[in-house]
């Protein structure tokens, strides 16, 4: 099948239509999740961090970075316990689903356990000093200007001793003030993917992902699945999860340049008839449907 190159215009729609098909699957998720209360499967650490999920992979989660994090930042929410989803967010390459607030450390969250408190600095007296020490000649004098300036130094180190004490007692009193407000920020899962969210994900799809590892039951209500193979479901724009939900996998694929895009053709059998269909960045953007 031949293939004409595609205007700038063109462009322009399939970029429209992939940014309107992610904002749509991000509206979905966010109502179904967002206020649901669900179950926590395994314990949560306390941090914007969270815990990551690869959605495509076979190991989906790596406990030695998982136990990591709950050694350093401890266990916000723990494994029985039933929190609120307060955001759903959709990104390129991972679902955020954050619980009770998300983690600590998220924007105006200080983070830092550091105080910063300036040392004593040189006096005017003690550098007027020394450069008289420099410039006397005599030597009970320079004697009497040592032990002044001694005097002095011996002050400013006391002081500086006192600062960094201070400096000190104040970092370890934040140290355990963040600490406890790790424990009552919440938490998140990443629900990460190597490329790039699929496209069309549906609510049910977040709970296959994160089932084992958190109970939505009784908190989500997914949409049944559209019946496979109904033909009348086809239409320009769906993307290529919506089409594969609908028609099955598909019996070839191909995928060839058009002009600046790449195209990628799925062939579907539905019934006794077949479907070509033609997608830019998984995007459907055109079809066709003939006898087998």
């Known amino acids: 099948m031949l293939l004409k190159p595609m205007c700038t215009c063109a462009v322009v729609t399939l970029l429209a239509l992939a940014v309107s098909a992610a904002a749509q699957d991000e509206a979905a998720l966010r109502s179904a999740f967002e206020g649901k209360r669900v179950t926590l499967r395994i314990d949560m650490p306390g941090t914007s961090d969270g815990v990551d999920v690869q959605g495509d992979a076979r190991r989906a989660l790596d406990y030695k970075e998982y136990g990591d994090r ?4 401890g266990t ?7 929190v609120t989803v307060t955001l759903v967010k959709l990104k390129k390459d991972l679902i955020e689903l954050q619980l ?7 924007f105006g969250d200080d983070t830092s356990t550091s105080v910063s408190i300036p040392d004593a600095r040189k006096t005017q007296h ?4 020394e450069k008289r020490m420099d410039d006397e000649n005599d030597r009970d004098r320079r004697r009497a200007l040592q032990r002044e300036l001694d005097d002095v130094r011996d002050r400013r180190e006391r002081e500086n001793r006192r600062i960094a004490a201070e400096r000190e007692r104040l970092s370890e009193a934040k140290r355990i003030r963040i600490a406890e407000q790790r424990l009552r920020g919440g938490s998140r899962f990443n629900l990460r993917y190597d490329d790039r969210v699929p496209e069309g994900i549906r609510p049910q799809d977040l709970v296959a992902a994160l089932g084992e590892y958190v109970d939505f039951e009784g ?3 997914p949409e049944p699945a559209p019946p496979v193979g109904d033909i009348t479901a086809l239409r320009k724009g769906m993307t290529r999860a919506e089409a594969e939900r609908a028609f ?3 019996t070839e694929t191909s995928r060839k340049g058009d002009g600046d895009l790449a195209v990628t053709t799925l062939v579907f ?3 006794d008839e077949r479907v070509t269909a033609d ?14």
């Open 70 to 73: 709950l050694k350093r930042y």
């Open 76 to 82: 916000a929410i723990r494994a029985g316990d039933s």
């Open 100 to 106: 009770a607030g998300g983690g600590f450390g998220t």
């Open 126 to 129: 003690e550098r007027d000093l």
């Open 219 to 221: 908190g989500v209500r």
């Open 248 to 250: 099955g996998r598909p």
């Open 269 to 271: 059998n539905v019934g």
């Open 279 to 292: 997608f830019v960045e998984d995007v459907l953007v055109r079809y066709t449907i003939s006898s087998k």
